[in-house]
């Protein structure tokens, strides 16, 4: 379980998404469906078609490692 800081909103949009989409694909939703900025360190839940399956994006503040 991954504690998740006090004020944090958890943003659940409305109807279904590809669940084939990476998570560069769904911050980019974020933005230009919710108006949202992805890096704002709350939580964007998106949910398949069946509901069975969720993806999560979540900013937590560190830079990401580069892959060399």
């Known amino acids: ?3 998740v800081p006090s004020g ?3 943003w ?3 109807g279904y ?3 084939r989409k990476g998570f560069p694909g769904l911050a980019l939703m974020v933005q230009e469906t ?3 900025d992805p890096h704002s360190g709350h939580l964007f839940c998106f949910c398949g078609r069946r ?3 969720i993806k999560v994006i ?3 503040g560190h830079p990401r490692p580069s892959h060399r």
């Open 17 to 19: 998404t590809d669940m």
């Open 58 to 60: 979540w900013h937590d």
């Open 8 to 10: 944090v909103k958890v």
């Open 1 to 3: 379980m991954i504690p």
């Open 34 to 36: 919710l108006k949202r």
């Open 12 to 14: 659940l949009p409305t």
């Open 51 to 53: 509901g069975g399956l």
